[in-house]
Nanobody, 126 residues
Framework: QVQLVESGGGSVQAGGSLRLSCKVS????????MGWFRQAPGKEREGVTY????????YYSDSVKGRFTISRYNGKNTLYLQMTMLKPEDTAIYYC???????????????????WGQGTQVTVSS
């Protein structure tokens, strides 16, 4: 049974930082690309950042480039998202997801990811 469990969400003031984690079990973690998505109230889920199986290839949406950093530790089956300079518009539920293969491309969408976590809430106040 594949499980992705996010943690690290919370409330923070604008300009602050948070680090999200996603612990993965039930699959060969280092065979899969991973991603972080988010969904704000009333909006569609959107891709934030992706990382390939080795961690050497990453993609960031324009809205988070330069502020967020995705990383992974294959030895611990864990994905991370370091978020800095947070803005109120970053408020959303953040989901981690496992892809269908090891590579990433900047045109990936939700359908390119097979397994999903339950999400963790991030709230940024002004």
């Amino acid at each position: 049974q594949v499980q992705l469990v996010e943690s690290g969400g919370g409330s923070v003031q604008a300009g602050g930082s948070l680090r999200l984690s996603c612990k993965v079990s039930g699959l060969s973690f280092d065979d899969y690309a991973m991603g972080w998505f988010r969904q704000a109230p009333g909006k569609e889920r959107e891709g934030v950042t992706y990382i390939n199986w080795s961690g050497q290839d990453t993609y960031y949406s324009d809205s988070v480039k330069g502020r967020f950093t995705i990383s992974r530790y294959n030895g611990k089956n864990t994905l991370y998202l370091q978020m800095t300079m947070l803005k109120p518009e970053d408020t959303a539920i953040y989901y981690c997801a496992a892809g269908k293969g090891g590579a990433i491309r900047n045109t990936m969408t939700l359908t390119d990811f097979r397994y999903w976590g339950q999400g963790t809430q991030v709230t940024v106040s002004s």
